[in-house]
C-alpha cells in the first residue's frame, strides 16, 4: 500500500507503517531469541506480575503496561463495583508467539484470554488497543472472582466486551448490530441464551460472532433496566447466590426470560415488516 503512486488516507498510511514496524519486530525477536518463546518476568506492581516475552521490553516498557493493568483494574473498580482482591499474571506474546501457542486453543481467532492469568497481545508500542484488550480480560477475571466459574459464558463475555466497546467509544450496541441480531430472530438463526450458559468453543465464524453480539446485546438489555444491575448481580454471587437466582432477584428474568425479553426488544427496534408477515400469514 505504501508503495502505490495515489497518495493513501493517513488512517490507512497509519495502520500500514504499524503493521510494517510490527513485521520487523517480529522478525527481530526471532533472530534475537532462536526462536525462545518462554515469557520472562519484567515488571511487577502491588497488583500485576507482567511477563513479556520480547527481548527489548525493558523497565520502560514494563512500566508502561503495568499503568495500563493499573488503569483496567480502576475502571473494573468503578464500572463492575469490585477489582481481584489478589495479584494477577499478566503474559504479554508477539503476535506470532500467541498464534503458536494459542492458534487452536479455540474455535475463532482471538487476541487473548483469561485461564487464571492474563495472556495478550502486544506489539513493541503499545497503544489504546492493548487497554482496550486489557480491561476485557481483567473484566474475566473479575468475574471468575465472583462466580467461581466461567458460567455462564454469555454473561461473561457479554460484560468483557461491553467494557472492551465503552473504553473504545462504542457504550452501546449500534443499529447495525441490533439490524444483525433482527435477521438472526426473522431467519431462525437466533442462539437461545441458554445454549452459551456452557461455553463458544463449539462455535465458528459468523456463529461465534452472533453469540458475543447476542451477549453484549443481553448485557446492555439488563444494563437499561437498572445502571447498576450487574454490579449488584456480581456482588450477589461473590456472597454466595447461584448466579441465575442472583439473576431473577435483579432482573426479574431468568436466563429464558432475558432470551424472550431480549429477542422481542430487538423486533421493537424496527418497524415491521409488511411483505415479511404476508409471507407468514396462513
Known amino acids: 500500500?505504501?508503495?502505490?503512486?495515489?497518495?493513501?488516507?493517513?488512517?490507512?498510511?497509519?495502520?500500514?507503517?504499524?503493521?510494517?514496524?510490527?513485521?520487523?519486530?517480529?522478525?527481530?525477536?526471532?533472530?534475537?531469541?532462536?526462536?525462545?518463546?518462554?515469557?520472562?518476568?519484567?515488571?511487577?506492581?502491588?497488583?500485576?506480575?507482567?511477563?513479556?516475552?520480547?527481548?527489548?521490553?525493558?523497565?520502560?516498557?514494563?512500566?508502561?503496561?503495568?499503568?495500563?493493568?493499573?488503569?483496567?483494574?480502576?475502571?473494573?473498580?468503578?464500572?463492575?463495583?469490585?477489582?481481584?482482591?489478589?495479584?494477577?499474571?499478566?503474559?504479554?506474546?508477539?503476535?506470532?508467539?500467541?498464534?503458536?501457542?494459542?492458534?487452536?486453543?479455540?474455535?475463532?481467532?482471538?487476541?487473548g484470554f483469561y485461564d487464571g492469568a492474563i495472556h495478550a497481545v502486544s506489539s513493541r508500542q503499545p497503544e489504546d488497543d492493548l487497554l482496550a484488550l486489557l480491561v476485557h480480560e481483567y473484566a474475566h477475571a473479575v468475574f471468575l472472582e465472583s462466580l467461581g466459574s466461567h458460567r455462564p459464558f454469555f454473561l461473561n463475555e457479554g460484560i468483557a466486551d461491553r467494557e472492551e466497546e465503552r473504553l473504545r467509544g462504542r457504550p452501546r450496541v449500534s443499529r447495525e448490530e441490533w439490524r444483525r441480531l433482527l435477521d438472526a430472530v426473522r431467519s431462525d438463526d437466533w442462539i437461545p441464551l441458554r445454549q452459551l450458559i456452557a461455553g463458544f468453543g463449539s462455535l465458528e465464524g459468523r456463529r461465534a460472532l452472533l453469540a458475543y453480539l447476542e451477549s453484549r446485546a443481553a448485557v446492555e438489555l439488563l444494563q437499561e433496566r437498572s445502571p447498576d444491575l450487574i454490579s449488584r448481580w456480581l456482588a450477589r454471587c461473590d456472597r454466595g447466590t447461584a448466579w441465575e437466582e442472583a439473576l431473577r432477584a435483579e432482573s426479574g428474568w431468568d436466563t429464558d426470560a432475558l432470551d424472550a425479553a431480549l429477542r422481542e426488544a430487538v423486533r421493537d427496534r424496527f418497524p415491521a415488516d409488511p411483505l415479511l408477515e404476508s409471507s407468514l400469514a396462513p
Open 1 to 111: 500500500m505504501l508503495s502505490v503512486a495515489v497518495p493513501l488516507d493517513d488512517r490507512w498510511r497509519s495502520a500500514a507503517e504499524r503493521m510494517l514496524v510490527e513485521l520487523d519486530e517480529e522478525l527481530e525477536l526471532s533472530r534475537s531469541r532462536g526462536g525462545s518463546r518462554q515469557p520472562r518476568l519484567t515488571a511487577q506492581s502491588q497488583n500485576f506480575y507482567l511477563h513479556y516475552d520480547h527481548e527489548f521490553a525493558g523497565r520502560a516498557y514494563g512500566e508502561h503496561v503495568t499503568g495500563l493493568l493499573e488503569a483496567a483494574r480502576l475502571r473494573a473498580r468503578a464500572t463492575l463495583g469490585r477489582t481481584l482482591g489478589r495479584p494477577l499474571d499478566v503474559f504479554i506474546y508477539t503476535r506470532g508467539h500467541y498464534l503458536d501457542s494459542y492458534e487452536h486453543r479455540f474455535g475463532f481467532a482471538t487476541v
